[in-house]
């Protein structure tokens, strides 16, 4: 729909990071980047596979200003048969229109979408890491590019696909973290744009994340703005809660972004047979099952981490460790289930992997 792929390929091949070199996340970057632009009137245009560099824009270019600056984060991964597939790449194209339409921005092709994830992925193909655990993460973004600083949606943008070879989110396997649950900053409000994978959304989260650390904790659990009470999640996570056998998640208010792990679980216990559901959960009644031993396991769902065990809350001074710090028996199984759909030890009943 918006036109054949023109490749130019990249005659300057970089060095890839060796197997002893830790990975890390987003610190390497393959060989070429997909780019397409958007003008108003004519719609998306000059699709195109480019050697990976800085791109050029105007400083009154309206992404710089105001904020109009959409992404997606999903993976491909090298299976045991040495095939290179990604997980539910129809489910990020689909919220990327769903993030764009939040920010007055256009919408794309879908399946366009993906035919050019999986054309550049099968280009730069010996950048998809072999060492266990490790995958090749895929950022595709959009920007608003027209020059101006007059307050209104952008008639000029570009959507820019770029790579990064990352090393297993735990090196040495599954790790609890700990979580401050924050009582005074807020992420996103409903009717806000907490439901769109929007740049803003973070830069909101930085200072409260920053204080956190002071706290020694890993990431912040966000309360609804408005009564500080309600559970959203954990600002690149979704998160869980195992109470008395019970799975639960927070209901998509519109200020929690929809997470395709978080999808992808919920199917997966679901299967299982395991009670879950997704409801409005306060913070009280976590604190009131970690009083009463009902509170089993807790975590986060994310693309990066796949699954990531809270060992602790702390909340208004009140350390809630769960599950003693341990790995609960779920969060363990979950993470053993998608990753070997995702390797392809494990048979993929659902039809989530898309070659390449
Ligand atoms: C991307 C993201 C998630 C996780 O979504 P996945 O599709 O599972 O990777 C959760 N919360 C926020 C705010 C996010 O941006």
């Known amino acids: 729909m918006h036109g054949k792929i023109r490749i130019e390929r990249n005659p300057n091949r970089k060095t890839k990071p060796g197997l002893e070199e830790a990975l890390g996340f987003g610190r390497y970057f393959t060989d070429h980047m997909f780019m ?44 045991e048969k040495d095939e290179i597939v990604l997980f539910r790449p129809d489910q990020n ?30 280009l730069d193909a010996d950048w998809v890491p ?35 070879p990352v090393g297993a989110y735990y090196e040495e396997g ?24 929007t740049a803003g959304n973070y830069a909101a989260t930085l200072k409260a994340q920053a204080l956190a650390k002071e706290h020694n904790c890993a990431q912040v659990l966000w309360l609804d703005a408005i009564e500080k009470m309600y559970i959203e999640e954990a600002g690149s996570m979704n998160v869980f809660f195992k109470i008395n056998g019970e799975v639960v998640t927070p209901s998509l208010s519109g200020s929690i972004l929809e997470g395709i792990t978080r999808n992808s679980i919920i199917h997966l216990l679901k299967e299982w047979g395991i009670p879950v559901s997704e409801r409005k959960i306060s913070i009280h009644d976590i604190v009131e099952a970690f009083e009463n031993g009902t509170l089993e396991e807790a975590f986060g769902t994310g693309t990066a981490a796949v699954v990531s ?13 769960i599950n003693q710090g341990n790995i609960g028996e779920l969060v363990a199984r979950l993470y053993d289930t998608i990753t070997g759909i995702q390797y392809g030890r494990i048979e993929d009943s659902n039809s989530w992997m898309i070659s390449c």
Not at 51 to 60: F, N, R
Not at 174 to 197: C, D, F
Request: some cysteine; proline content about 5%.
């Open 174 to 197: 599954l790790q609890p973290i700990n979580i401050l649950v924050e009582s005074h900053y807020a992420r996103a409000v409903r009717g806000g744009t907490g439901n769109a994978k």
């Open 130 to 164: 072999r060492k266990k655990g490790s995958s090749l993460y895929i950022r595709p973004f959009v920007i608003a590019t027209e020059a101006g600083l007059g307050v209104r949606a952008s008639s000029r943008y570009s959507f820019v696909i770029i790579m990064s």
């Open 309 to 321: 065990p809270i060992g602790s809350l702390l909340w208004n001074g009140t350390l809630m460790s």
């Open 93 to 122: 194209a689909k919220r990327l229109n769903r993030s764009c339409d939040r920010l007055q921005m256009p919408q794309m092709d879908e399946e366009f979408v993906v035919d050019a994830i999986r054309t550049l992925v099968r």
């Open 36 to 79: 397409m632009d958007y003008e108003e009137g004519s719609g998306w245009q000059d699709p195109r596979i480019v050697p990976y560099g800085p791109i050029s824009h105007d400083p009154a270019a309206m992404v710089f200003h105001y904020g109009q600056a959409v992404f997606e984060g999903l993976k491909a991964f090298r299976t």
